[in-house]
């Protein structure tokens, strides 16, 4: 690098800074996105107005969407969907873990 003339090394340094940039951008990037999706179904819970919902409406959302977010998890290991006890029995556990 040190036979290399001025001009080469500026240049060679300018795109580094760049590179450094742009990584940088995207693991900010991927923090924000992950955080996004991990939004629980309790956050999720607003009305059309925006308000938070509460009482029986937000109770009856929460479990809707812990529901949703467990039917389609609920399959075997030959990838069959799950039916009868089995079903009932999954669902249970993953919408209380959820």
Known sequence: MRDMPPFYRFHRQRNEDKMKKIILALVFSSFAFGSA?????????VSKDGKALSGAAKSSFVKKCKS??????????????????????????????A
Do not use: H, I, R
């Open 68 to 97: 949703d977010a467990c039917e389609g998890k609920a399959v075997s290991k030959d990838g069959k969907p799950l039916s009868g006890a089995a079903k009932n029995s999954f669902m249970q556990k993953c919408e209380k873990d």
């Open 37 to 45: 999706m991990a939004a629980s179904c309790d956050t999720m819970a």
